[in-house]
């Protein structure tokens, strides 16, 4: 399957989202496509090679009303696929926007209420069962089920850490992310349009670091 894509096909599809009536199949599809492969892809490599953190975080809000919604027209995969995602970016907004306080106490929300799961295979050696600790949610003969929290414990803890010592008043500007501001109005448009330029040519998203901007 081609997944090639033009700008005039990404932005009807973010028009038909935003501007179509709620209860249209149009914007029931656009829904779909949004939060689905390789459209996801490239909406949250734009937001972070951006630095959008602010507006990716007000999407994945406006995106999980949709879901909601839509809830009763998706099939279970679908809209656990759909909640996994969302939730993960809004987790990733919040640690780019550095609000460690927000961030623990919306991953412990998480953790507790949207027990999605990861499936592992069971190891063969005893040590091996014992390093997903609270993540593993149950077992049986063949798999371990591990809640999909688990790969991002690393942040989790990193943000612990961060926490740490900014409540024992040592220096923490050195651990923030660069904000948008940062970046001039022709940055940004560069960053957005080299991006697109890797939709446009099929290229893999990663190949966009390595493009040299023009100098006028």
Not at 31 to 37: A, E, I, N, T
Not at 156 to 165: A, D, F, G, H, W
Not at 171 to 197: A, C, K, P
Not at 205 to 214: D, N, P, Q, T
Request: glycine share 2%; proline share 3%.
């Amino acid at each position: 399957m081609d997944h090639r894509i033009n700008m005039h096909q990404m932005l009807m599809t973010q028009k038909s989202v935003i501007s179509s009536p709620i209860n249209s199949k149009q914007h029931f599809n656009g829904f779909k496509q949004m939060l689905s492969y390789p459209y996801w892809n490239y909406v949250t490599e734009i937001i972070n090679s951006t630095r959008s953190y602010e507006e990716g975080y007000g999407f994945a809000e406006r995106m999980s009303e949709l879901l909601n919604i839509y809830a009763s027209r998706l099939d279970a995969e679908e809209y656990k696929d759909f909640d996994k995602n969302l939730l993960t970016l809004k987790l990733s907004m919040l640690d780019k926007l550095d609000r460690w306080f927000a961030y623990l106490h919306f991953f412990e929300t998480i953790f507790y209420e949207k027990p999605y799961e990861l499936t592992y295979s069971i190891p063969t050696t005893g040590p091996e069962l014992e390093r997903f600790g609270r993540y593993l949610l149950r077992i049986d003969e063949y798999h371990q089920y591990i809640h999909f929290l688990y790969p991002l414990n690393y942040r989790y803890e990193v943000i612990q850490r961060k926490i740490q010592r900014l409540q024992q008043r040592k220096s923490v500007s050195h651990l923030m992310h660069h904000q948008q501001h940062l970046l001039t109005d022709e940055e940004i448009e560069w960053r957005y349009q080299r991006i697109m330029t890797c939709i446009q040519q099929g290229l893999p998203l990663w190949w966009s670091s390595f493009m040299k901007r023009e100098r006028n």
